[in-house]
């Protein structure tokens, strides 16, 4: 078996094609086939290395390997079927539409928007399906001196045979379609580049791919390379298609619409493993209530004749729960690893180390870390500047009652010395205060969160005290008492 992936590098790596990239990979390493990757470049005014760099770099990092192709962007070919950027295949190309005419299946065409649009208008106000009407077929001499003459420069039509086009798609079985509704379609534009119906059959057949494995949005357009396969003599390869990937509301998930891009994903703190897991059961799943699967784990499983014909509705919870899940089943030295870049160089390896454990159950995504530990590492001046003073009141009580939670906190943390300064110290002294004061556990914590976290929710309280340590944690309180005098009691 030999499938492959064709990304154009007219834009970053989306959701959609990342899983047909992950679903084609699945089933070679399944069946012990090959994989390869192509690249569509012949919109030579939108294609950019940078975009085939974001493609190559965000397969690299979801674990997605590949045979043959590319390994970097604007690098060498690896493979025997080299040249894998449609760039380098020109001549193949040119060759293959030339066969194609000299066989009568192709033929020249000079006619011009304004004229097609004429008649695709005539064909509406008729209700007749639009398609063209083969004016340029057969040109009499005269009437190709006079296109000439006006200075036309010709398309290369596909002749299409009215025919049922019939094929046995591995996930959607038997699909027909009637060619006599297709009309001719044009496979070279005037200037001489070859269109994508055109120049992905070329490929395949040159590349020696097997089964075509693409999403639900290329079905329509089978036909159309089948007819051009069997015209030039190719082998028939296997089709599947997957389902579409749908939002919520089950409308058709956009590029444009929605965030699909790879890159967006990956600096919200979403993991490989967890995306390579959620993509893999938009449209497929184990038949069991499993859930959670490495990649090597969903090659030994993954069948492509079992994926699903239904849409697949994206789940942001979803993906979140799962994105939870790898996280905390990582050790604290592994999680601090993968935070590393998402705190400031100037917090030391060992800090974040000891940070982990307080965050670990409250992460949902890497980049979440800013939110919940920012306060450890943001000078007092700034994490003050995130509440005002009445954030400082506790839910049953006003000033007042905030004033004596923290007087209270500043009086316990001042007698402890820093060898007692812990987690657990900070918390029988804190509730022995609150006790002394008569106050409610809840009352009297509320108003030192905030004052040293800068947050009403925060990572647990003593904790976060002991990381922060005790000088800083009483120039917070300080602070906030400060703030507290702002507002009349």
């Known amino acids: 078996m030999r499938v492959r992936m064709a990304p154009s590098p007219t834009g970053p790596l989306h ?3 990342a899983r047909t990239s992950l679903y084609n990979f699945l089933t070679a390493r399944h069946t012990g086939g090959t994989y390869v990757l192509r690249i569509e470049d012949t919109d030579a005014a939108r294609s950019t290395v940078e975009f085939e760099r974001d493609i190559i770099d965000n397969l690299h990092w979801l674990g997605i390997s590949w045979d043959e192709g590319p390994q970097v962007a604007g690098g060498d070919d690896v493979g025997s079927h080299a040249p894998y950027r449609q760039s380098g295949r020109m001549d193949r190309y040119a060759e293959e539409a030339h066969r194609l005419l000299e066989s009568g299946r192709a033929y020249r065409c000079w006619c011009t928007h304004e004229e097609l649009e004429a008649v695709r208008r005539e064909q509406e106000a008729a209700k007749e399906p639009p398609r063209y009407n083969r004016r340029c077929l057969n040109p009499t001499d005269a009437e190709r001196v006079a296109f000439e003459a006006d200075d036309r420069s010709p398309v290369i039509r596909f002749q299409v045979e009215a025919e049922k ?8 079985g038997e699909v027909e379609f009637d060619n006599a509704l297709l009309g001719d379609f044009v496979i070279v534009r005037n200037d001489g580049v070859p269109l994508y119906h055109f120049v992905v059959v070329v490929d395949d057949e040159a590349m020696e791919i097997t089964h075509v494995i693409r999403g639900e949005d290329h079905l329509s357009n089978t036909p159309k390379h089948i007819a051009l396969i069997r015209a030039l003599g190719y082998r028939e390869p296997r089709f599947g298609h997957i389902p579409l990937i749908l939002n919520a ?3 058709k998930m956009s590029k444009r619409k929605s965030q699909t891009a790879m890159t967006a994903y990956r600096e919200e703190g979403y993991l490989p493993e967890a995306m390579v897991n959620f993509m893999a059961f938009l449209g497929w799943s184990p038949g069991t209530e499993e859930e959670i699967f490495t990649l090597a784990e969903l090659t ?10 239904g849409g697949a509705v994206f789940d942001r919870d979803r993906l979140d729960h799962l994105n939870g899940v790898y996280l905390r089943a990582m050790t604290d030295e592994q999680l601090a690893l993968r935070l590393r870049p998402w705190v400031p160089d100037a917090v030391r390896d060992d800090d974040l180390r000891h940070i982990v454990p307080i965050v670990k159950e409250r992460l949902v995504r890497l980049a979440d870390i800013t939110g919940l530990a920012a306060f450890l590492w943001e000078p007092d ?18 000033p007042a009652e905030a004033r004596a939670a923290l007087e209270g906190a500043r009086g316990m943390l001042g007698e402890l010395d820093d060898a007692d300064f812990s987690a657990e110290v900070i918390e029988q002294r804190a509730r022995a205060a ?6 409610k ?8 969160r905030v004052a040293v976290t800068g947050r009403t929710i925060s990572p647990p309280l003593f904790d976060s005290l002991e990381l922060l340590g005790r000088e800083r944690s009483l120039a917070r309180l300080e602070i906030a008492l400060e703030k507290l005098g702002e507002v009349p009691a």
Do not use: C, M, N, Q
């Open 249 to 251: 509301d089950r409308s």
């Open 300 to 309: 030994d499983r993954f069948e492509i004749e079992k994926v699903h014909k």
């Open 441 to 448: 556990a809840g009352d009297f914590f509320s108003p030192i």
């Open 381 to 398: 001046a700034v994490v003050s500047s995130w509440y005002g003073p009445e954030l400082l009141h506790p839910k049953k009580g006003g």
């Open 165 to 172: 086009i019939r094929f046995d798609d591995v996930i959607r």
């Open 434 to 439: 609150a006790e002394a004061i008569g106050a």
């Open 15 to 17: 959701l959609g094609t």
